[in-house]
Every structure is written in structure tokens, then in C-alpha cells.
């Protein structure tokens, strides 16, 4: 019997103990009773019902054993085909990005927007200029432009911007978030010119056979242009973060990550949170890249949540993304950005030896460390620099997540296993952009673009996660691509990687809550765990695996409570 088998039965005899009064008194009573035979809780054992009291699961077992703990004032929810499973944990994301993007000009391609040309993005910025009346001068700000799904197949450029307007500064975020496009006044009163040098990390590229800059910037040279936030009251701000969670628990979300983050902004979120609670536990790590040595060693992190609020460590970012094309790679594409010579790998967007120098310090202290790295040459950056920072006798559990770590090769995954990394694989992108992968980097290199499969087999802890707000925080729809690996076309990007419906639920539910120290609280339906959980239309588990991202949510609780309810 299993420590939490033991724990349940303690638990429930004394429930029993308890009922053979002639009634139950109300601080003994269950605020909430689920019961039905679609109960996946993830901890392996097998139950029919569930009660919640307070923020805590405080029986699980028979309908008999639990209803012992039903009182006036208990909610019963007869699950009937519809199914129970822990709340879903955010693995890797940007949640204040999910909050201000809701308010800007969405320029997606399907199925998350409309855009499917250059021409689109044109009509559509003309558009916002005209209905929100934006003065001249004013920014125009538009994210999620894809140029792999673009009837012109490029990124659309300075003089494709100059048409929508040359009265205001015009800047268009890719759909990666590693690259930008902007008209000639953006580029004016950014600075940015014919004699403008690349800065370390990052390139403005060129008009063909000029330095020019044709008005793409890519990684560390997007730093000269204003941020989405910049025309935005604190007010509006914060009440966008609010309608993001709603937006999350929609989805069934009840641990929400907010990554790359400043330390000034982390402290607002506390204020905020402090002043009126959070519905969801929204966990941040502060962007480690900009910080000097003393910013970065002020830098700690929180066990506890305040108001629904932590700081969870730092991040670093090591390069750039396999869909832009900046990934860093040990051997060359092969097919890279227009003009590359053949031989193009992509490039660090950091430096190598300061996030080698920083590392020791943080695991020293045990601040929890995320590292983006997506090509394999990140990848192993980020292996060595854990490797030289950890002791070669004994290896602290420091957790540090590889953050995509799309293109990992299987040698990296047994360096992972030895050192006690945890992958998070970006595994939507099989869909988003697996045909593009292919053209990219061959059919060998991209059929193993997020191998859960092989780190399953290793038995390596791991997660998945959607990045958002490059693409919404969908889980279902992350776990069916994790299983199904179907590209836009409806190939099968690489089949021996398909996971099984229960390794992407505990992707997303037990191996979060391992990767976020928080397995003890969170992450299965188990007595005493939190009491956030998440009822699905259907039982995940004995649908066609191809249905699994049409399965709805239907009703979310955080602590308890319920938070969204279809």
C-alpha cells in the first residue's frame, strides 16, 4: 500500500468514526463531493469519489466512504461521462504577455487568427489606425505575424509597413517573439540606420546588397524598439491581468507561469496580489539576461505564495526559436533565412561565458533556473553550464528546466537524465510548424523535435508546455498534439515520439508540479494535496486520441473554489 493509500484510509476512518454521530457537524462537512467513474487522479489510485473542504482534498475513496462527509451545505457534482482530473499547471509561458496582447492587434495565422498574407497585415493595421482613430505619431503595436504561413513566404517589411501608414511608427512582433518588423518612422526614431552596427546577440537585416536595414530585427536588436505595454495605463494593466486569468482557468489552468519578467514588475504583481488575491497561482521568474552580477545575486525566490503570487527563480534565454530560424545549432540548416550562406547554424543570443559565471552562484543558493535553449548548440550550452556549476560528486536537486529544448539530440537527453535537468518540450510545435521544421532542418533532425517519448523511456521527469502567448494556453490541445504529433499537412512528425494520453497528462499536471518543487501540494487528486482540479466533458482517456483537443472544459476550481464554469 502507497503512502497516500495509507493516508486515505487513515483519513477516511475517521470520517466514518465520525458519522456513526447522528450528525456531522458543519467544520466537518465537505464544501464539495465529486463522484462518477471518470476520476483520473494521476497519483494511481483508483477512486469514485472526491470531497474538498476548504482549499484541501480531505477524502477520496467509495461514494459510501466520502458521503460520510456530505452535509446541508455540500455541493454534489455527479460527473455522470464528464471527467475529474488535478487542475493543469502552466510548465512555461508569459502570462502578462497573455494579458497585454488581449488588448493589441491580434495578427495570427489559423487557426488562431485570420492573417494569411502580407496584404492581410497591411489591411489590418490600416484598419486599427482608422477604427481606434490613433493619432499620428502615436505607436501601432500588432503581434503574431507568422512568416511561414504567409501566402508571400517572408516577413513582411519597412515598405510593407510604410503602406499601411507614414504618420505613425508601425512595429509587428513575430509569432516567436524573436523577431520584429517595423516601418520607417519606428526605425527613425529608433536610431536604427544604414551605419547601425548588429548588436552582440542579435542582427538587423539588410535590404539585399545594401546595409540598409530592410526592417526586420531579430533577437537582441528588437531591445531599440518600445514594448506592446507602452501605451497602457496602469489601470488598464491590471485589469487586463485579471481577465488573463479567467482566460487561463478557462483552460483549465490553476498554476499559471509568467516568465522574463523585470524584479520591478514581480514586485507590483506582489502588491497587486497582497491588495486583492489572485484566483490562480501565478508563479514568475525574472529575466536574468539584463541583470548586472549584483541585481542578479539580489535575486531569490519563494517557497510560498502571497495573495496567489511567487517568484520562483530566473531565467536565462541562450537563443533564439526553430519557427524564426534563430535557433543555435551545432551543424547547419538546411534551410535557412534568405541570404545565409550554407553553412548557417544561427547564433547565441546571450553570451556564453556570463551565463557560464552566473550559474554557480544560483545553484549555490538553489534558485530554481530556467534557460530557453532550442537549437542543440543551446542545449549543450546549457548543459555545461550546469555541469561545471554542480559539485562532480554530488548533484544538488536543483531542477534547472531546459525551456523548449526542441532539438535536443538523444545524447543531450542522457546528460539530462545524469545531471538532473528537466526538459519542458514546446510540444505544439509538431502542428504550429512541423512541415516548416522539416524544410529547416531535414526529416531526421525535426522528426525528434520534442522527444517526450525517448525521456519517457529514460524515465527523466519532464513537461510540455504552449509558450503563450505565442499560441494560446490550450492544454487540451497541447496534449493532443503531444499525442497525435500531426503537422498542418497531416503528417506525422516523427510517430516513435507520440506519447500516450496519460505521459501528457502528467506533463502537464504531476511533472509541473515536480518542476516547480511543488509535488507535495499540487498535481494529482491525492488527500491533502490543494484542492485544484478541473472537470473535463469527456474522460480523456477512452476518446479517439485525434478528439482530444475538441475535449471542453467545464468547470475549473483553484483552492476550492470554482473559478470558470461553462
Known amino acids: 500500500m502507497s503512502p497516500q493509500q495509507r493516508t486515505r484510509r487513515i483519513v477516511v476512518s475517521a470520517v466514518l468514526l465520525l458519522s456513526a454521530f447522528s450528525t456531522i457537524s458543519i467544520a466537518q462537512q465537505a464544501d464539495l463531493i465529486f463522484t462518477g467513474e471518470n476520476i483520473i487522479t494521476m497519483d494511481a489510485t483508483d477512486v469514485v469519489a472526491v470531497a474538498v473542504r476548504g482549499d484541501?482534498?480531505?477524502?477520496?475513496g467509495s461514494r459510501a466512504e466520502v458521503f460520510a462527509l456530505r452535509?446541508?451545505?455540500?455541493?454534489?457534482?455527479?460527473?455522470?461521462?464528464?471527467?475529474?482530473?488535478?487542475?493543469?499547471?502552466?510548465?512555461?509561458?508569459?502570462?502578462?504577455?497573455?494579458?497585454?496582447?488581449?488588448?493589441?492587434?491580434?495578427?495570427?495565422?489559423?487557426?488562431?487568427?485570420?492573417?494569411?498574407?502580407?496584404e492581410d497585415i497591411v489591411r489590418a493595421l490600416r484598419l486599427r489606425i482608422e477604427q481606434e482613430q490613433i493619432p499620428a505619431g502615436d505607436l501601432v503595436f500588432g503581434f503574431g505575424y507568422d512568416d511561414s504561413?504567409?501566402?508571400?513566404?517572408?516577413?513582411?517589411?519597412?515598405?510593407?509597413?510604410?503602406?499601411?501608414?507614414?504618420?505613425?511608427?508601425?512595429?509587428?512582433?513575430?509569432?516567436?517573439?524573436?523577431?520584429?518588423?517595423?516601418?520607417?518612422?519606428?526605425?527613425?526614431?529608433?536610431?536604427?540606420?544604414?551605419?547601425?552596427?548588429?548588436?552582440?546577440?542579435?542582427?538587423?537585416?539588410?535590404?539585399?546588397?545594401?546595409?540598409?536595414?530592410?526592417?526586420?530585427m531579430e533577437e537582441t536588436a528588437m531591445g531599440a524598439f518600445p514594448g506592446s505595454a507602452g501605451n497602457m495605463g496602469p489601470q488598464k494593466l491590471s485589469r487586463l491581468r485579471r481577465d488573463a486569468i479567467d482566460i487561463y482557468a478557462g483552460y483549465g489552468i490553476t498554476t499559471i507561469q509568467d516568465a522574463n519578467i523585470s524584479t520591478a514588475y514581480a514586485e507590483l504583481m506582489r502588491a497587486e496580489a497582497e491588495a486583492e488575491p489572485y484566483a490562480v497561482d501565478i508563479v514568475a521568474f525574472i529575466m536574468a539576461n539584463p541583470l548586472s552580477d549584483e541585481e542578479l545575486q539580489a535575486v531569490s525566490h519563494e517557497e510560498n505564495y502571497t495573495g496567489g503570487f511567487r517568484v520562483g527563480g530566473v531565467k536565462f534565454t541562450l537563443d533564439g526559436s526553430p519557427q524564426g530560424r534563430t535557433a543555435w545549432m551545432s551543424q547547419p540548416y538546411t534551410q535557412g533565412p534568405p541570404g545565409q550562406d550554407a553553412d548557417y547554424v544561427a547564433y547565441p543570443s546571450y553570451s556564453p561565458e556570463a551565463y557560464k559565471a552566473r550559474m554557480p552562484d544560483l545553484l549555490a543558493r538553489g534558485v530554481p533556473v530556467l534557460v530557453h535553449a532550442n537549437g542543440d548548440a543551446a542545449i549543450q550550452l546549457m548543459i555545461d553550464g550546469i555541469a561545471e556549476a554542480v559539485s562532480t560528486n554530488v548533484i544538488p536537486d536543483h531542477r534547472s528546466v531546459a525551456i523548449h529544448a526542441q532539438l535536443a539530440r538523444p545524447d543531450q537527453l542522457e546528460q539530462f537524465k545524469e545531471l538532473g535537468i528537466?526538459?519542458?518540450?514546446?510540444?505544439?510545435?509538431?502542428?504550429?510548424?512541423?512541415?516548416?521544421?522539416?524544410?529547416?532542418?531535414?526529416?531526421?533532425?525535426?522528426?525528434?523535435?520534442?522527444?517526450?517519448?525517448?525521456?519517457?523511456?529514460?524515465?527523466?521527469?519532464?513537461?510540455?508546455?504552449?509558450?503563450?502567448?505565442?499560441?494560446p494556453p490550450d492544454i487540451m490541445r497541447l496534449v493532443s498534439i503531444t499525442v497525435n504529433r500531426l503537422t498542418r499537412s497531416g503528417y506525422v512528425l516523427g510517430p516513435d515520439q507520440r506519447a500516450s494520453v496519460m505521459e501528457a497528462l502528467y506533463a502537464v499536471t504531476q511533472g509541473a508540479a515536480y518542476q516547480y518543487f511543488e509535488e507535495d501540494e499540487k498535481g494529482s487528486i491525492t488527500i491533502g494535496k490543494r484542492a485544484d482540479l478541473v472537470i473535463l466533458e469527456k474522460n480523456p482517456l477512452t476518446v479517439d486520441p485525434l478528439d482530444l483537443e475538441d475535449i471542453a472544459i467545464v468547470e475549473t476550481f483553484s483552492r476550492g473554489s470554482s473559478v470558470y464554469r461553462k
Open 56 to 60: 484541501r482534498i480531505v477524502a477520496s
Open 71 to 118: 452535509g446541508d451545505g455540500t455541493r454534489v457534482i455527479e460527473l455522470g461521462e464528464q471527467a475529474l482530473l488535478p487542475g493543469f499547471i502552466d510548465a512555461h509561458g508569459h502570462f502578462s504577455g497573455v494579458s497585454r496582447y488581449a488588448a493589441l492587434l491580434d495578427l495570427s495565422s489559423p487557426p488562431v487568427g485570420g492573417v494569411t498574407s502580407v
Open 149 to 216: 504561413l504567409l501566402a508571400e513566404a517572408r516577413h513582411p517589411n519597412r515598405d510593407d509597413l510604410d503602406r499601411a501608414s507614414t504618420n505613425h511608427p508601425i512595429v509587428v512582433r513575430h509569432v516567436s517573439g524573436h523577431l520584429l518588423a517595423a516601418n520607417s518612422m519606428a526605425l527613425d526614431q529608433a536610431g536604427i540606420s544604414a551605419s547601425t552596427q548588429n548588436p552582440e546577440g542579435g542582427i538587423i537585416r539588410r535590404r539585399e546588397g545594401s546595409n540598409e536595414p530592410d526592417g526586420v
Open 422 to 471: 528537466i526538459p519542458s518540450y514546446y510540444s505544439v510545435h509538431p502542428y504550429f510548424w512541423g512541415d516548416w521544421h522539416r524544410l529547416s532542418f531535414g526529416e531526421e533532425r525535426a522528426s525528434f523535435i520534442s522527444p517526450v517519448k525517448a525521456t519517457v523511456e529514460l524515465g527523466i521527469p519532464y513537461t510540455v508546455h504552449n509558450d503563450s502567448p505565442v499560441v
